[in-house]
């Protein structure tokens, strides 16, 4: 009875370790198939993001290669593998198919005011010349006391 709880046990084991690691490298291989179509379905005129973060729109395609134009009259040639999705996911979505968290505007950060760099409210000095003159103060030596001379 004890080799029937050690194998039943053993099986169990096995189950709970690799039955996670299944449905993960499932997960992958559909999203890994996903993306490839996506890239197999670029068009020109299409909008896309790079791995990189670079923004574009394809305006040439080749078996392994995209060719982005970023700027006005700027274009870049990239892998194929290099896109990752489109600009504005929301126009590509299947119907029924979430693409993501909502896009939220991004917080406005307020401009900091322009300071001169001598001003005392900025650099906290009076005088930036003392703030120089107390930084040049000689360094202590590891393990010596302070007021007391070294051995060397």
Do not use: C
């Not at 084991?13 to 670029?42: C, D, H, I, Y």
């Not at 009076?126 to 120089?132: I, M, Q, R, S, T």
């Not at 030596?141 to 001379?149: A, F, N, V």
């Amino acid at each position: 009875m004890s080799q029937g709880n050690s194998l039943l046990l053993l099986i169990l084991l096995l189950v709970v370790f690799f039955l996670p690691v299944f449905l993960a490298s499932r997960r992958n291989r559909r999203q890994m198939e996903k993306l490839n179509a996506f890239r197999a379905g670029l068009a020109h005129g299409d909008e896309v993001i790079t791995a990189s973060g670079v923004h574009g729109r394809v305006v040439g395609l080749t078996e392994n290669e995209v060719r982005l134009e970023i700027a006005p009259k700027v274009e870049i040639t990239v892998e194929r593998m290099g896109i990752v999705r489109y600009a504005n996911e929301a126009e590509h979505a299947a119907p029924g198919e979430v693409s993501g968290a909502p896009a939220e505007a991004a917080p406005e950060v307020p401009e900091a005011p322009a300071t001169e760099m001598n001003d005392e409210r900025a650099s906290g000095v009076e005088n930036p010349e003392d703030a120089l003159e107390s930084s040049r103060e000689e360094p202590t030596e590891w393990g010596r006391e302070e007021g007391k001379p070294s051995n060397s």
